[in-house]
């Protein structure tokens, strides 16, 4: 009944699922009432496997039925596989396959568990001879055949057993596996047969052609022969999208290896199998020639090197696969990149030998202190260190041996580092070229991918960045194992022992360090706070803690105990600060830190500061701390002063001395250098009251500088600060501190009041305002610029000299070169600025004129057009503020089209109301189209999704 009512409405395109469900109930109750009815649809996976709106039709079908029917009609389909791995192509249309499937409450699964029986039987059957025949080569070499074809895969395949060989041979157990999957994706990419897929049949058909067709004709072949992963490639090629098939075509002429096109075949096939891994051994398994062959996995790896590098192979994050145009177009631009420059390439080997020094190498001399390993690479610093390592890296070649022979040399002359000259060959310039072309790459492609390929590709970039990093670290690695290492021209390059950097940098430093810091004996102990607490506490030194008598700095003397300042080490600091002093240079903590923290005494910071206390303990020096003196260690002021580490740095000291004719001479001399004039009468009155009010009457200007300094964030009021501190000990001390504080520190004073003066004259408000002006460029405009990838790389230059010179304490000579150097960035980002906003204008008039331009706007009021060109209109009429950034104007320009795309909705809205309906003709095109066959189902699917709001009566609006 239901043929002779669907024969009748052949030709008329009226029948919606509603009307097929009121004929049905109407056909039921005129011919058989009481009974239900049943539609069969067989092969409904060719139905809608393609067609998102197929699918939605047989939707509506189901729900009509269903409605209508109240359990009276029923809908039964078949299907060779499950929807859910038919329809691949469906994307973010996936939704509707599950609503679809809830139409059916009933499914049944049939498992393909019984192909390999049915094929072994009515294809593969063997006689009773051939079974014997393949049991004993099964056995003879069952080992080997095992190890040879394994595969490692994310399922666990059919276990390889004597019975499973002789049933299948000469296809393997897992061979039947393999082509289920192949076939089934085969189905779902684009361009596949309608008449592929993965059941019995299609299992059963390969299987008989493996065996007869002339391209594989393995019934002719000796015994022994095994069926290949590339024999079934030729088998299904023409199921395989053109352009995939032609590259692999190619390859037959363009990589010169036998293997190399069988090898191209497996990896397209394999990428159907998403469970099996794509790797060269894998490949090999796959492409096994026989049950007595080798394995087949060192001529792959061969015919892989080869593919590489013709880009016909690409290596993914997800293994080996066949590139697409894409992919092709991304691999021919980034082949064609230039080579790396010298700059470029030592930065590259910078990043990877840093890492060498992380966590930095160490070694604790006499278990007292650390001593690091600092870095220099081919003359740039990486790290600093107390023992710097100076390593260069050279080509292999005659350069080398000169290069080894010149280190050699200079540990001869800079005793106190270690010099490393390290190999580098072709291996390490291959993957520093690599790295180079990746990250070119990722500067170029990475902000602007949108597409999902694009985003994919840089993906996949990224991995493959990685890989080569770590690549070219463990090769560097191996390199500087193998170079040489000279220490005072004795050769100390690593052994066979050391299998790091840093243990092999440990151990040269082991062996040096005594040899360096000859003088470390002389204060090597590990001083508590508990040590310099007593010292500024206890009156009688024999109450001292252990540590003063390990240092051997205590001395009975006529039954009392003092401290040894004529031996070292105290007598080595006493001498540092009268040396400095004599030279009228302030000796403060800081000072003496860094210098005993230099070879030959490597001292550490709370052993110096132990010492200084004892020399002020013992009445050999006089320390002035913020303006104040300090004679007595045991005073509260001393105690505040060395317990805190930065105000022991700031502290000046100077030796006790008594005020002789000599030390007014000096004085005197001071006085000219440093104020001008002489000091009247050379007595020790008149010449403390004279340094007193010539300092006095310099001090606000030196302050008013060093407040000027803080109150702008500005470097170098540190030193003015200073000189305020020793102008305040000057004005407040007695008369021999105020003389022996002035010639002690006179140079630092003349230095301060110089610079307070050139402050003075320099840093006027204009002045100011161009620093602020510099910072804000490096705070605001350069973080951008940086980022930009087209970015001249004198702008790079600039932005480093200007940070440089903003952090120097002499910035204030260079203010016409930080302004200059200012200028050139903010030059660069305002003709970027503009370049984005004129675009973004022209943009956006060009949305205007395409709105004015649709069907349609002369039909609008002029109220109404205002309404809708508004938005758009504010972008062309009005430019931008100087608050917009230049990534929100690109970002603007971008969106231009979709707010075209919405001001002709509105319009289409206000015309037609809700007869509108938008159609994505984007989503009809998700993934790209590569084929005729994708193009023509896309372009047909968005003409039966058009067709179907036209025949509701729709106006269809496509964006």
Not at 144 to 159: G, Q
Not at 382 to 394: K, R, T
Not at 925 to 936: H, I, R, S
Request: aromatic residues 6%; contains cysteine; charged residues 30%.
């Amino acid at each position: 009944m239901v043929d002779s009512w669907s024969q009748a409405a052949k030709g008329r395109a009226d029948i919606t699922p509603n009307l097929l469900a009121e004929r049905c109930l109407m056909l039921m109750d005129r011919h058989s009432t009481g009974k239900s009815l049943a539609f069969v649809i067989d092969e409904v996976g060719q139905f809608v496997a393609r067609d998102v709106q197929k699918m939605l039709d047989l939707q509506a079908v189901v729900q009509s039925l269903g409605r209508m029917g109240r359990g009276r009609m029923w809908i039964m389909v078949t299907s060779q596989e499950q929807l859910n791995e038919l329809v691949g192509g469906l994307d973010d249309k996936r939704v509707e396959l599950a609503r679809l499937m809830d139409r059916f409450p009933l499914p049944v699964h049939l498992e393909p568990s019984d192909i390999s029986e049915v094929t072994s039987k009515r294809i593969l059957s063997k006689n009773a001879s051939a079974e014997k025949i393949l049991r004993e080569l099964f056995s003879a070499h069952r080992g080997r055949l095992t190890e040879n074809t394994r595969l490692s895969a994310d399922i666990r395949l059919p276990e390889f057993t004597t019975e499973s060989f002789v049933n299948l041979y000469p296809m393997l157990p897992y061979q039947i596996e393999l082509i289920i999957q192949i076939v089934s994706g085969l189905r779902t990419q684009g361009g596949a047969a309608r008449h592929v897929g993965g059941a019995n049949r299609t299992i059963i058909k390969l299987a008989q052609q493996l065996l007869i067709h002339p391209e594989t004709n393995l019934a002719e072949q000796p015994v022994g022969a095994l069926a290949r992963l590339d024999q079934i490639y030729d088998l299904v090629a023409g199921n395989i999208s053109s352009d995939i098939r032609g590259k692999i075509a190619r390859i037959q002429t363009e990589v010169d290896h036998a293997l190399a096109q069988p090898v191209a075949k497996a990896i397209c096939l394999l990428q159907f199998v998403k469970s099996v891994h794509r790797t060269a051994e894998n490949i090999a398994a796959v492409l096994h020639e026989r049950v007595d062959g080798d394995s087949r996995l060192p001529e792959v790896r061969e015919a892989l090197t080869a593919l590489k590098k013709t880009h016909n192979v690409r290596e993914g994050d997800d293994g080996l696969r066949i590139p697409t145009p894409a992919e092709d177009d991304w691999e021919r631009i980034r082949f064609g990149l230039p080579a790396p420059k010298h700059g470029d390439v030592n930065r590259i080997h910078s990043d990877v030998v840093s890492g060498f020094w992380q966590p930095q190498p160490s070694h604790n001399l006499k278990d007292t202190k650390i001593f690091k390993a600092g870095l220099t690479l081919n003359g740039r610093v990486i790290s600093e260190g107390d023992m710097m390592i100076h390593m260069a890296l050279c080509e292999t070649d005659k350069d080398f041996e000169a290069r080894v022979s010149e280190m050699r040399k200079r540990s001869q002359n800079e005793t106190g580092s270690i010099f490393w000259v390290s190999p580098v060959d072709d291996a390490i310039d291959r993957q520093t070229v690599e790295i180079f072309r990746s990250r070119e790459m990722l500067s170029s492609k990475e902000r602007s991918a949108k597409t999902r390929d694009e985003t994919a590709l840089v993906a996949e970039e990224k991995i493959r960045l990685r890989r080569h990093e770590d690549e070219l670290k463990r090769l560097l690695r191996q390199a500087c194992l193998n170079g040489s290492v000279f220490f005072r021209g004795n050769d100390r390059s690593p052994d066979d022992s050391a299998d790091t950097i840093k243990k092999a940098t440990e151990k040269v430093m082991g062996k040096a360090l005594p040899d360096v810091f000859h003088r470390f004996d002389e204060a090597a102990a590990r001083v508590k706070s508990k040590d310099l607490d007593t010292l500024m506490t206890t009156e009688n030194l024999r109450g001292l803690t252990p540590v003063f008598s390990s240092l051997d700095l205590l001395r009975d003397e006529g039954g009392n105990v003092v401290f040894k300042t004529d031996t070292a080490p105290l007598s080595e600091v006493l001498i540092k600060i009268k040396n400095r002093t004599d030279y009228g240079e302030n000796a403060g903590g800081k000072y003496l830190e860094s210098e005993f923290s230099k070879e030959p005494f490597g001292w550490e910071f709370d052993v110096v500061r132990l010492l200084t206390v004892c020399l002020l303990r013992a009445g050999a020096i006089v320390a002035t701390s913020r303006g104040q003196s300090i004679e007595s260690a045991l005073s509260v002021d001393a105690k505040n002063t060395f317990s805190n580490n930065n105000l022991f740095r700031q502290t000046a000291f100077h030796p006790k001395v008594g005020i002789d004719f000599t030390e007014l001479i000096k004085a005197n001399e001071n006085v000219k250098d440093v104020f001008g004039g002489e000091i009247p009468d050379l007595t020790q009155s008149v010449a403390a009251e004279t340094i007193r009010n010539k300092a006095g009457a310099r001090e606000k200007e030196v302050q008013d500088m060093c407040n000027m300094l803080v109150a702008h964030h500005l470097p170098g009021s540190d030193i003015l600060q200073d000189a305020c501190s020793l102008i305040r000990a000057i004005r407040t001390g007695n008369e021999e501190q105020t003389i022996s504080s002035f010639n002690s520190s006179c140079k630092e004073l003349k230095e301060a009041m110089k610079r307070a003066t050139e402050l003075a004259g320099v840093l006027t408000d204009p002045a100011l305002s161009d620093i602020k002006r510099a910072r804000n460029t490096l705070r605001n405009i350069w973080p951008f610029l940086s980022g930009e990838p087209d970015l001249d790389g004198k702008f790079i230059e600039h932005a480093d000299t200007l940070k440089d010179l903003l952090l120097r304490e002499s910035f204030f000579k260079d203010l016409a070169a930080i302004d200059q150097h200012s200028r050139e960035l903010e030059a660069e980002y305002e003709n970027r600025f503009k370049q984005a906003s004129t675009r973004r204008k022209d943009a956006y008039v060009d949305v205007m004129e395409g709105l004015k331009r649709t069907p349609g706007w002369e039909k609008l009021s002029e109220e109404q057009k205002k309404l809708i060109s508004d938005p758009i209109s504010a972008y062309v009429l009005k430019d931008p503020t100087s608050t917009t950034t230049i990534p929100q104007l690109r970002s603007d320009c971008d969106a231009a089209p979709g707010r075209l795309n919405r001001a002709v909705e509105d319009m289409m809205h206000i015309l037609d109301g809700n007869r509108v309906v938008k159609v994505s003709a984007a989503s009809f095109f998700a993934g790209g189209v590569e084929t005729e066959e994708q193009l023509d189902a896309a372009i047909s699917g968005l003409r039966e999704a058009c067709e179907s709001h036209i025949g509701a009566g729709k106006k269809v609006l496509i964006q």
